[in-house]
């Protein structure tokens, strides 16, 4: 299995624009997580879906922020319009019935 | 409320010395718990986890970690240190009512030559 798979790896857009990134996790895994990690905040659980279905989206920041799960396979998250704040790096996770978690390699997000 | 707490956000330890990363928990019923380990610029790698059985748990590049439910801890080590081992580290532990899992701060290993 390759892993959770994250793109792109580097995002550099205006302030304004929209972002789009994207995650496919491992075949078979029922959940899925976003993260935000930034030096000042740490880690930060930004939604959960479990089985393709949002769970606990408390963590997204704001309404600029949207992620969905169109099917088993695959997962967006959204920043309409970004702003210099969201610059971060944003990880997906996926799990199987919570007893183990693969992380992505993260999308950088700068945005200027 | 579920909690983790890494007390410490940097840690020193000479090549060759054991090290000890520490964790405290606080979570209702029984406890999942996680250690990833994270090296610059990349993403947050499994290293072992406590579900059930065993408290000594043992994982990837020589960590082991130990659980101890009277002192609700679970704190890494590793016999010898390596300056490689050098990286970020974080506890986690599962929530009992959902797949979430609650992080700790992590912590800064420094390993020195």
């Known amino acids: 299995d390759a892993g959770v798979i994250q793109s792109p790896r580097h995002e550099v857009t205006e302030m304004g624009q929209e972002v789009t990134l994207r995650c496919k996790p491992i075949s078979g895994h029922n959940s899925l997580f976003w993260y935000r990690q930034t030096m000042m905040r740490g880690l930060e659980l930004l939604i959960y879906?479990?089985?393709?279905?949002?769970?606990?989206d408390s963590g997204m920041p704001e309404d600029r922020f949207s992620a969905k799960m169109p099917n088993a396979s695959f997962s967006t998250l959204k920043i309409q319009p970004s702003e210099p704040r969201d610059s971060a790096v944003y990880f997906c996770a996926s799990s199987l019935q919570g007893v183990g978690y693969t992380f992505g390699s993260g999308t950088r997000l700068t945005v200027v | 409320a579920q909690s983790v707490a890494q007390p410490e956000d940097q840690v020193n330890v000479a090549e060759g010395n054991p090290l000890t990363v520490k964790c405290t928990y606080s979570v209702s019923g029984n406890p999942y718990l996680f250690w990833y380990v994270q090296y610059p610029n990349r993403g947050l790698q499994f290293l072992l986890k406590?579900?059930?059985?065993d408290n000594l748990v043992k994982g990837s590049y020589g960590f082991e970690a130990e659980f101890n439910k009277s002192q609700t801890s679970f704190h890494l080590k590793k016999p010898s240190a390596l300056v490689s081992d050098s990286a970020l580290y974080f506890c986690?532990?599962?929530?009992?009512?959902?797949?979430?899992?609650?992080w700790g701060a992590g912590t800064k290993l420094i390993i020195k030559p």
């Open positions: 406590y579900i059930t059985g």
């Open positions: 986690a532990v599962r929530m009992d009512s959902n797949y979430q899992l609650i």
């Open positions: 879906f479990n089985n393709n279905v949002p769970i606990d």
